[in-house]
């Protein structure tokens, strides 16, 4: 077997076994061969340290080559997508594409198509799907299915919906993805009549399928067919719950303010709760303000020993909303000492096919004096619709004027404001967020839809708002 053969299969095998020291040593070994040149030795390099989490060295060997092929792209793009890198794979591809030099392929298409899926990035999900059409002849189902994935999941579900109705042929997949995308934009009953037809097509439910039904449920309100969903699971269908069968139908309580029914469940489960089922918990407790079964909830995440700093920081704000202070005091000593670090909320807006964040208070972006000045305009027309500010939702120790400041410059309102400034009027604006949309941002959002006739959609960490004519989607039940 050629040398140079030889060292492509072993990256291979180290890339599968996530080898990255063995990896690297096959590295250093062509290199001493002299096929630190060989493209298809470089390709499995890429590939290798994609694999292995080294994105620097991944991206090394990508740019020291004299000559790349499409499946150098390829392999770069997929070294990004797997550490969840969404942003820099669209700039990689968006440079491909500037060199005009290769035509894409359905795997790159496919890896964009998953990144404008968790950018919210809709425009840039078209201009895929667009790329899709003129160089894919014919889409098999994982297409069709990546398809439906990326306009559900960035607001367009109708569009979804369409593509689903016309599939020749659906699996498992294509189902547990339309009724995941029913589910986060709050039709649990769609969902529900989804599930049903897939079932008198002859295909059985899994377990991943019911975690989506379970999921719909939960995010449409409907108690009493969660749970005869979730027993019909058992004794229709044979299939034993999972954690995240339990963590459902926690989620599922905690929404509809069952706290004392959701205890009872978790205690009463023949498996050993894991950490995600406490959390569920603790954030319903944390929305309707029961600090006693929250405290319950957060000890259990303590014998769990969990190192997540939000769930520190929902038992902070609980007790922040209580005026406990020194409580509040202790909870963030804690946090210092163990030294964890919360990842900030942010908002994603995307404006002439470029996606743009904000944090909050944010003062980094080059248009940040237009901004906050687009901020001061909204404040001054939403006092004539009656906003008053939430200033319970900050959960500080400071006077009430230091509080609204801080309201004025939440991270989706400056999205917002964004897209005011840059969008044509009557426009729908898309935002994506990393956290729980507040109470403040939801009134806040309403209102801004009536005063500038705008739809606004935004996608929080659990699902979609609708918002159009002062009213959203999920009737303030999320």
Same mark, same amino acid.
């Given at each position: 077997?050629?040398?140079?053969?030889?060292?492509?299969?072993?990256?291979?095998?180290?890339?599968?076994?996530?080898?990255?020291?063995?990896?690297?040593?096959?590295? $250093?070994?062509?290199?001493?061969?002299?096929?630190?040149?060989?493209?298809?030795?470089?390709?499995?390099?890429?590939?290798?340290?994609?694999?292995?989490?080294?994105?620097?060295?991944?991206?090394?060997?990508?740019?020291?080559?004299?000559?790349?092929?499409?499946?150098?792209?390829?392999?770069?793009?997929?070294?990004?997508?797997?550490?969840?890198?969404?942003?820099?794979?669209?700039?990689?591809?968006?440079?491909?594409?500037?060199?005009?030099?290769?035509?894409?392929?359905?795997?790159?298409?496919?890896?964009?198509?998953?990144?404008?899926?968790?950018?919210?990035?809709?425009?840039?999900?078209?201009?895929?799907?667009?790329?899709?059409?003129?160089?894919?002849?014919?889409?098999?189902?994982?297409?069709?299915?990546?398809?439906?994935?990326?306009?559900?999941?960035?607001?367009?579900?109708?569009? $979804?919906?369409?593509?689903?109705?016309?599939?020749?042929?659906?699996?498992?997949?294509?189902?547990?993805?339309?009724?995941?995308?029913?589910?986060?934009?709050?039709?649990?009953?769609?969902?529900?009549?989804?599930?049903?037809?897939?079932?008198?097509?002859?295909?059985?439910?899994?377990?991943?399928?019911?975690?989506?039904?379970?999921?719909?449920?939960?995010?449409?309100?409907?108690?009493?067919?969660?749970?005869?969903?979730?027993?019909?699971?058992?004794?229709?269908?044979?299939?034993?719950?999972?954690?995240?069968?339990?963590?459902?139908?926690?989620?599922?309580?905690?929404?509809?303010?069952?706290?004392?029914?959701?205890?009872?469940?978790?205690?009463?489960?023949?498996?050993?709760?894991?950490?995600?089922?406490?959390?569920?918990?603790?954030?319903?407790?944390?929305?309707?303000?029961?600090?006693?079964?929250?405290?319950?909830?957060?000890?259990?995440?303590?014998?769990?020993?969990?190192?997540?700093?939000?769930?520190?920081?929902?038992?902070?704000?609980?007790?922040?909303?209580?005026?406990?202070?020194?409580?509040?005091?202790?909870?963030?000593?804690?946090?210092?000492?163990?030294?964890?670090?919360?990842?900030?909320?942010?908002?994603?807006?995307?404006? $002439?096919?470029?996606?743009?964040?904000?944090?909050?208070?944010?003062?980094?972006?080059?248009?940040?004096?237009?901004?906050?000045?687009?901020?001061?305009?909204?404040?001054?027309?939403?006092?004539?619709?009656?906003?008053?500010?939430?200033?319970?939702?900050?959960?500080?120790?400071?006077?009430?004027?230091?509080?609204?400041?801080?309201?004025?410059?939440?991270?989706?309102?400056?999205?917002?404001?964004?897209?005011?400034?840059?969008?044509?009027? $009557?426009?729908?604006?898309?935002?994506?967020?990393?956290?729980?949309?507040?109470?403040?941002?939801?009134?806040?959002?309403?209102?801004?839809?009536?005063?500038?006739?705008?739809?606004?959609?935004?996608?929080?960490?659990?699902?979609?708002?609708?918002?159009?004519?002062?009213?959203?989607?999920?009737?303030?039940?999320?």
């Amino acid at each position: 077997m050629p040398v140079q053969f030889s060292n492509k299969l072993m990256n291979r095998a180290c890339a599968r076994l996530q080898a990255q020291e063995e990896g690297m040593q096959i590295h $250093g070994h062509a290199f001493k061969l002299g096929f630190e040149n060989d493209l298809y030795v470089q390709n499995s390099l890429i590939n290798m340290y994609g694999k292995c989490g080294e994105i620097q060295h991944a991206c090394a060997v990508f740019e020291q080559m004299n000559e790349k092929s499409v499946a150098s792209w390829s392999a770069v793009i997929a070294a990004h997508s797997s550490l969840g890198m969404w942003y820099e794979c669209l700039m990689i591809f968006g440079k491909m594409c500037s060199e005009g030099c290769w035509r894409p392929e359905e795997s790159i298409l496919v890896t964009l198509l998953t990144a404008c899926t968790h950018l919210g990035a809709l425009d840039l999900g078209k201009c895929t799907h667009g790329s899709l059409l003129r160089n894919i002849s014919e889409h098999n189902v994982i297409v069709q299915t990546s398809l439906i994935d990326m306009y559900v999941k960035c607001g367009c579900l109708q569009k $979804g919906l369409s593509l689903f109705r016309k599939m020749a042929k659906k699996n498992h997949m294509s189902y547990t993805v339309m009724i995941s995308g029913l589910a986060m934009h709050g039709h649990g009953e769609e969902a529900l009549r989804i599930c049903s037809e897939m079932l008198e097509e002859g295909l059985e439910p899994d377990d991943v399928l019911y975690v989506s039904v379970l999921s719909a449920c939960s995010h449409g309100g409907l108690v009493d067919e969660g749970f005869r969903c979730f027993d019909r699971m058992k004794s229709e269908h044979g299939i034993q719950p999972t954690v995240q069968h339990y963590c459902c139908m926690v989620d599922l309580m905690g929404k509809a303010g069952m706290l004392d029914e959701a205890l009872e469940f978790i205690q009463s489960m023949p498996i050993n709760p894991n950490d995600v089922v406490w959390r569920s918990l603790l954030s319903a407790c944390r929305v309707h303000c029961n600090l006693e079964i929250g405290e319950i909830a957060a000890n259990h995440l303590s014998q769990l020993y969990s190192q997540n700093p939000g769930d520190y920081v929902m038992l902070s704000n609980m007790y922040a909303q209580a005026q406990r202070w020194d409580e509040v005091a202790k909870i963030r000593v804690e946090i210092a000492r163990k030294g964890l670090n919360q990842v900030p909320g942010f908002s994603l807006v995307e404006v $002439g096919r470029r996606i743009h964040k904000f944090v909050s208070q944010d003062t980094s972006h080059p248009q940040c004096e237009s901004i906050y000045e687009m901020i001061h305009q909204m404040e001054w027309q939403l006092k004539f619709e009656g906003y008053a500010p939430y200033t319970s939702q900050v959960l500080l120790d400071v006077d009430e004027e230091e509080k609204r400041e801080r309201l004025k410059g939440h991270s989706q309102k400056l999205a917002i404001a964004y897209a005011l400034i840059h969008t044509s009027h $009557g426009s729908p604006i898309r935002i994506a967020r990393n956290l729980r949309m507040c109470n403040d941002c939801h009134t806040y959002t309403k209102l801004i839809s009536i005063i500038y006739e705008r739809e606004i959609t935004v996608r929080d960490r659990n699902r979609f708002h609708h918002f159009k004519d002062g009213t959203c989607s999920c009737r303030d039940y999320w």
